[in-house]
């Protein structure tokens, strides 16, 4: 995964993020992390790849029997430990193109809030490998933000900036759903478009869908084999 959150944004720096996002960027993390826990049951293990300190993931262990996050940030993972008082879940350094779990082991896979972009990897290989864990008739479930909410997703770029939290955003450079910083960070979104050819790459079938008018799900089920 990107390196920026392991070494530039991670733990508390992460948490207060969310902290000062304004209120429509919160109303789309809340359906979005709602979207996710109303597709799931009482008795599926969940992976969540990048759950940084833990803010979807602790938020679905009281819809799924098992929650495992992964991440690559150490500091991030530590501070969901700290706010996992009920160890409800279990969180893994470990790098989500390179999963050291064994095949058709979860009902769910999710890879949520823009991972799919801001991680820097190869998404085929991420898609490819959260299908290969993922039990037949499982489903991996990718969100990305909706253009619709390409003002308000700036201005929480602008706030984490201005509270030290992040570079500047270089506005030059920015737009067309990709947000530039003056230190090195970029991420854009995936438009249904593109979660279609990146499906057709990985040689799966993705269904799509836009939840809040804030965010875009590519919803992969898996095929037996």
Same mark, same amino acid.
């Given at each position: 995964?990107?390196?920026?959150?392991s070494e530039n944004l991670s /733990?508390?720096?992460?948490?207060?993020?969310?902290? +000062?996002?304004?209120?429509?960027?919160?109303?789309?993390?809340?359906a979005e992390a709602l979207h996710v826990a109303e597709r799931l049951r009482p008795a599926d293990r969940v992976l969540? *790849?990048?759950? /940084?300190?833990?803010? $979807?993931?602790?938020k679905l262990a009281a819809a799924a029997r098992r929650v495992v996050g992964i991440d690559s940030a150490e500091e991030s993972l530590k501070l969901a430990r700290q706010l996992d008082r009920e160890r409800r879940c279990e969180f893994v350094l470990m790098d989500?193109?390179? =999963?050291?779990?064994?095949?058709?082991?979860f009902d769910a896979v999710l890879c949520v809030q823009n991972g799919i972009c801001?991680? /820097?990897?190869?998404?085929?290989? *991420?898609?490819?490998?959260? =299908?290969? $864990?993922?039990?037949? /008739?499982g489903i991996v479930m990718i969100s990305s933000y909706s253009d619709r909410i390409w003002t308000e997703r700036l201005a929480w770029f602008d706030a984490q900036?201005?509270?030290g939290l992040m570079g500047p955003v270089d506005h030059a450079k920015s737009g067309n759903g990709i947000i530039v910083c003056k230190d090195g960070?970029?991420?854009?979104?995936?438009?249904?478009?593109?979660?279609? +050819? =990146?499906?057709?790459?990985?040689?799966a079938k993705g269904e799509i869908v836009e939840v809040d008018g804030s965010c875009v799900f590519c919803e992969v089920v898996k095929q037996g084999t």
């Open positions: 995964m990107s390196g920026y959150y /733990g508390e720096s992460l948490q207060r993020c969310y902290e +000062i996002a304004p209120p429509r960027v919160k109303q789309y993390l809340e969540e *790849l990048g759950c /940084g300190y833990g803010r $979807v993931a602790l989500a193109v390179a =999963l050291g779990f064994r095949d058709d082991l801001a991680f /820097g990897v190869d998404q085929v290989v *991420l898609l490819r490998e959260a =299908l290969r $864990v993922t039990r037949s /008739g900036a201005s509270a960070f970029r991420a854009g979104r995936m438009t249904p478009e593109d979660f279609q +050819i =990146l499906c057709s790459a990985a040689g």
